[in-house]
């Protein structure tokens, strides 16, 4: 399971909006920013809020954990991108069979790639789940022997 932090911005009964939280540094720069980071900060775009199924009772600004099962990536993916660009191929391979030459494989292509098109977005991809509660970022658990 693929998991990521999240912070609730809207609760709604069996579902959730939450929007993605990006984790700090991994602390080697000692705080300073590392290059790596300044250059993603450049072509950062703003997180948006996306719904996802919940069977707990959250308010909005509590942090959980979101998790998408593993092949859920991949599976979609290939939905997305391998259908469309496997009806092209057929399409055009099609029409050189009914009728030779580059303008037929032309108008194959085109009519393949938009039924892929739209075969991919009659499917529907798996949606998010919220996991568990994630503690507060200043949180320490402090256990005393007793």
């Not at 709604?12 to 984790?23: K, L, M, Q």
């Amino acid at each position: 399971m693929l998991e990521q932090a999240a912070e609730v911005l809207v609760a709604e009964p069996g579902s959730t909006w939450v929007r993605a939280v990006e984790p700090s540094g991994c602390g080697s720069c000692g705080g300073q920013g590392c290059s790596t980071r300044r250059i993603a900060e450049l072509f950062r775009r703003d997180p948006r809020g996306f719904r996802v199924d919940s069977e707990l009772s959250l308010t909005p600004g509590e942090r959980v954990v979101i998790g998408i099962p593993d092949g859920s990536v991949l599976a979609g993916a290939l939905r997305v991108y391998g259908l469309p660009l496997a009806a092209m191929l057929l399409g055009a391979l099609l029409s050189q069979v009914w009728l030779p030459g580059d303008a037929a494989a032309l108008a194959g292509l085109l009519a393949g790639g938009g039924l892929g098109f739209l075969f991919a977005r009659g499917g529907r991809a798996a949606r998010p789940v919220v996991l568990r509660r994630s503690p507060p970022d200043n949180c320490t658990i402090h256990l005393e022997k007793g």
